[in-house]
């Protein structure tokens, strides 16, 4: 099968990349390396066709589509406080970009379009665990764009028929999620204090919960989704089922990497949800999508990651 994968050079597009090649399917990725680097691709590079281009351009995009059954569209700019800071920009990539993306994939008739939603949807409904069913509340620029993908695929399958699926992740972290931006995911920020030990910030009391997702529980949804028979034009939850507090994330690390360091409190983040968490009951029945890494096991790997990328070749230690 042929896949193309927008934001194939990012954290999860690069590992969604490594399985596809896995199981032997031909991948073009379209990346921008506005965020995503080409060393994430480097084990498989010889492998796949990579196209440096921007969602944003609809030429490229069409080209990038040319021959493809199925797009993964990961492609986006992420973080909640960037969108506060700034919405048009996000608006621009996360909106008019999905646009480009399913009128390039409407024209090309590609098989289905995979969106990678988010739980920022969800925004501040106090009910937990989230499902599917219950009405999107979105409170940040952010969570509005990747509720308005959701709408915008669901509509081209509408209009067009063209078949779409999207998945809310719950909060991916895990190896090649950059932990060096101000806009980085908490845990990959959180691995690099306790390695570097510096202390780690708190926005808030650090009692907020996420459903932490570790990013190979992702990947597998990603590919069901795209093979999955009747589930066109749905929204899928994409997290484990639990949810931890930060302050539990860094007591967690402490154990893993045997150090204790004291969090830094500091006033919430705006457009910040306080707790997340998934039920995952719909993604198992259509998709049967099985989470098959625990947060504990999720971090543990991502901590060793970490540590061992943070060790240059000629710096490691002899065996
Ligand atoms: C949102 C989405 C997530 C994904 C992500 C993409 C929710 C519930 N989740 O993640 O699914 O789409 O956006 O960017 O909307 N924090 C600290 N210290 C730090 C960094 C963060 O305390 O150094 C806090 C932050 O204020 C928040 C929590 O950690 O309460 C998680 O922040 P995040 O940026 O990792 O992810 P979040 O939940 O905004």
Redesign the pocket.
Known sequence: MRYLVTGGAGFIGSNTVDELVRRGHSVVVLDDLSSGKEDNLAEIRNKITFMKGSITDIEVVRKAMHEAEFVLHLA?R?????SVKDPIETNRINIDGTLNVLVAARDAKVKRVVFAA??????ETPTLPKVETMPPAPI?P??VT?FVGELYAQTFGRCYGLENVSL??????GPRQDPGSP????????CMCFLEETQ?????D?E?S??FTFVENAVQANLLACEAPNVSGKTFNVGTGGRFT?NQTVELLAKISGKKLEPKY?P??D????D?QADITQARAYLGYDPPVSFEEGLARTFDWYRSSQTKPEEKPKE
């Open positions: 986006a992420t973080s909640v406080p960037r988010s739980s920022s949807a969800y925004g940040s952010y969570g990747k809310r992740y719950f909060n991916i972290f806009y980085s995911g908490v845990l990959a920020k959180f780690p910030v708190m926005f808030g650090g907020q996420r459903d930060l500091e919430p983040r457009g910040d949800i306080r997340s």
